[in-house]
């Protein structure tokens, strides 16, 4: 059960007092995860007790359970907040190379920045108790577009190159709105819709925008300066009294939120010198964008930190793969760290399939130097920071979500299991599809759930 209001900086038995006026009746008992070393997120906490109620948590701190709780002993295991996957495909593909299983991308010239993923995302998803099995609980949801960036997998450049029919833009200037969600066992998983706007920029975006870099920038700042013209003008827009646009009605109104400052623009870019342009763009149109990518941020990384832009990373990606990686390294978020950039850690290949993999990238990241510390806030609060859920989950403080996992050990650690998951306060099975199929084969004649959920 998720509560609007934050329950923030009261005494354990005010606000204990509270969530039972407020709790409806069947409301959750309250629960104790007691003797385990607490990562909150922010700060470690050794023989901790972790309070949750109706959906969230109550307390963080030392000492015995209340009266009356239901304990969950995590003596000698690790406690950590739910991880926050971002950049990911989860509920929005099942196979990226079955098309009609893949509700990430969009290919009508009426509709792009307006595409929104939170129409197609599937609670059902096989994919999604593979994540949380992997101590993911909320992820980012992003479209895929040329250019790697964006959920599950990206399409080719040639995609979308060119001006759509009835001179408008073909789609891929704006892959479209990203979503949140949790990856509790229901059947309502959206957290919230539209969060950000993403675009490729770069070589993809150079290749939409007709074979130039100058060139989709100078588009950009036009669609830009378009939106607040229409902005300003809709009534003379709907009498038809306004100029010919190259956007839909439904992509200028989904755009309206980027030019104002309060939708942030996710960039998808790689080289040096292309980050130092997004940056001078963004400085010079006052929107507020977010870096995903810079594998060549390392190099720019002081101006990426006084322009205040955070950073979605891929840590493995340490290869020339391109002409816009040559300087790809695995001591790309440490440097970008170090500097004062805020940080978050993707999963492997788009965060879907292989979206569990994020703790893996984490440890990578802390054996190339990114300090320990560092590397679970890149995958707990600092993901929700980045997308404006900061004290709503990724963090185990009084008020945020109650999503926690219980480790076997060091969760960094690769051989480490997650042995119980929470998500708003509520136990999540710890089994998915896969391991339903092998139970089912092992003794012939018993049939796994619908989808594994």
Do not use: C
Not at 264 to 280: E, S
Not at 328 to 346: E, P, S, T
Not at 409 to 433: C, F, H, K, N, W
């Amino acid at each position: 059960m998720r509560l609007n209001s934050l329950i923030l900086g009261a005494a354990l038995p005010a606000i204990l007092g509270a969530l039972a006026l407020a709790a409806p009746a069947g409301a959750q008992s309250l629960t104790a995860v007691t003797g385990g070393r607490v990562l909150t997120g922010t700060s470690v906490i050794e023989n901790g007790t972790v309070v949750i109620q109706n959906g969230r948590v109550v307390s963080v701190g030392t000492g015995p359970a209340p009266s009356g709780a239901r304990v969950i002993d995590a003596h000698g295991k690790t406690v950590t907040p739910g991880f926050v996957v971002v950049d990911s495909g989860l509920g929005g593909s099942e196979i990226g190379s079955v098309r009609g299983s893949d509700d990430l991308s969009n290919s009508a010239n009426s509709i792009s920045a307006s595409f929104d993923v939170s129409y197609g995302l599937d609670p059902w998803s096989i994919t999604l108790p593979v994540a949380r099995l992997g101590g993911v609980t909320r992820a980012v949801v992003t479209p895929s577009h040329a250019g790697g960036g964006g959920g599950a997998h990206a399409h080719d450049d040639s995609d979308f190159a060119g001006v759509g029919h009835a001179g408008l833009q073909s789609p891929g200037l704006f892959a479209g709105q990203a979503a949140i969600i949790d990856l509790a066992q229901d059947d309502d998983i959206l957290v919230q819709p539209r969060v950000a706007m993403v675009a490729p920029f770069g070589e993809a975006g150079a290749g939409i925008a007709g074979g130039a870099r100058g060139a989709q920038f100078v588009q950009f700042k036009e669609t830009l300066a378009e939106v607040r013209l229409y902005a300003r003008n809709r009534a003379a827009y709907d009498r038809a009294a306004l100029r010919d646009l190259s956007l839909s009605r439904a992509d200028l109104e989904a755009l309206i939120p980027v030019v104002e400052g309060r939708m942030p623009l996710i960039v998808t870019v790689r080289r040096a010198a292309d980050i130092r342009q997004v940056l001078r763009l963004a400085r010079e149109e006052g929107v507020r964008i977010i870096l995903d990518g810079a594998e060549e941020g390392w190099m720019v990384a002081e101006e990426i930190a006084a322009a205040r832009v955070p950073v979605l990373l891929d840590v493995t990606n340490n290869l020339p793969s391109n002409l816009e990686m040559r300087g790809a390294r695995m001591q790309n978020a440490a440097a970008l760290d170090a500097a004062g950039v805020v940080i978050a850690i993707k999963g492997s290949e788009g965060s879907t399939h292989r979206a569990r993999e994020q703790r893996y990238n984490a440890g990578n990241a802390v054996s190339h130097g990114l300090p320990y510390a560092a590397a679970i806030r890149a995958i707990t609060v600092n993901p929700a920071r980045i997308f404006g859920m900061e004290g709503r989950f990724g963090e185990l403080r009084p008020g945020a979500a109650a999503d926690l996992v219980i480790w076997s050990g060091d969760p960094l650690e690769p051989l480490s299991q997650a042995e119980q998951v929470i998500i708003d306060g509520q136990d999540q099975p710890m089994t998915s599809r896969q391991f339903l199929l092998r139970d089912r084969y092992a003794r012939p004649g018993t049939l796994p759930p619908a989808y594994g959920r």
